[in-house]
T-cell receptor, first 112, second 110 residues
Framework: DSGVTQTPKHLITATGQRVTLRCSPR?????VYWYQQSLDQGLQFLIQ???????AKGNILERFSAQQFPDLHSELNLSSLELGDSALYFC???????????FGEGSRLTVL | AQRVTQPEKLLSVFKGAPVELKCNYS??????LFWYVQYSRQRLQLLLR??SRESIKGFTADLNKGETSFHLKKPFAQEEDSAMYYC????????????FGKGTKLSVIP
């Protein structure tokens, strides 16, 4: 399957901890996007990378950081976790800047 | 700041009835608008974009700049149309950010 792959699918952790979410884009896609979906909040744009460089930044907290590696996979790091960080985190990729994003299945983070 | 509003969280219609999913946006420039759909147990995927002016699965959407709206319409709903629908905005060709609305869950009653 050459679609967007996200790991882990589910993650349960405690407040104050740090986690890393990983995303592998579709083959050939240079752009990676991260979105957060909380209850009743819809899809909130966090950050976007193109070929290793940050291109757009949304409402990403300072406790969160991301990067895209030379092999184009991306990681989203969430630290000093709070209960409110519990959400579904989506990664998406695209080849061209047409607005057509290809989404992964998401990583569900639960902070207890 | 750009914003996308989908006023209905849930919309229920009978099979064969017309469907209109509302989307309003706020952006002062020339936006690009999209509709994304997520069927049960599937990934979020692009349904259509206003630039293409295409009809996908019988759905159409017209960008109304005067009313800042991009409503999604279908004349006759089918059961397989039941899904979560998201309207999204891209603030111009040079922008990389896609802003989504909160989504509307469409339920088609057989």
């Amino acid at each position: 399957d050459s679609g967007v792959t996200q790991t882990p699918k589910h993650l349960i952790t405690a407040t104050g901890q740090r986690v890393t979410l990983r995303c592998s884009p579709r083959s050939g896609d240079l752009s990676v996007y991260w979105y957060q979906q909380s209850l009743d909040q819809g899809l909130q744009f966090l950050i976007q990378y193109y070929n290793g460089e940050e291109r757009a930044k949304g409402n990403i907290l300072e406790r969160f950081s991301a990067q895209q590696f030379p092999d184009l996979h991306s990681e989203l790091n969430l630290s000093s976790l709070e209960l409110g960080d519990s959400a579904l985190y989506f990664c998406a990729s695209s080849r061209l800047n047409t607005g057509e994003l290809f989404f992964g299945e998401g990583s569900r983070l639960t902070v207890l | 700041a750009q914003r996308v509003t989908q006023p209905e969280k849930l919309l229920s219609v009978f099979k064969g009835a017309p469907v209109e999913l509302k989307c309003n946006y706020s952006y002062s420039g020339s936006p690009e608008l999209f509709w994304y759909v997520q069927y049960s147990r599937q990934r979020l995927q692009l349904l259509l974009r206003h630039i293409s002016r295409e009809s996908i699965k019988g759905f159409t959407a017209d960008l109304n700049k005067g009313e800042t709206s991009f409503h999604l319409k279908k004349p006759f709903a089918q059961e397989e149309d039941s899904a979560m629908y998201y309207c999204a905005l891209k603030s111009g060709a040079g922008s990389y950010q896609l802003t989504f609305g909160k989504g509307t869950k469409l339920s088609v009653i057989p």
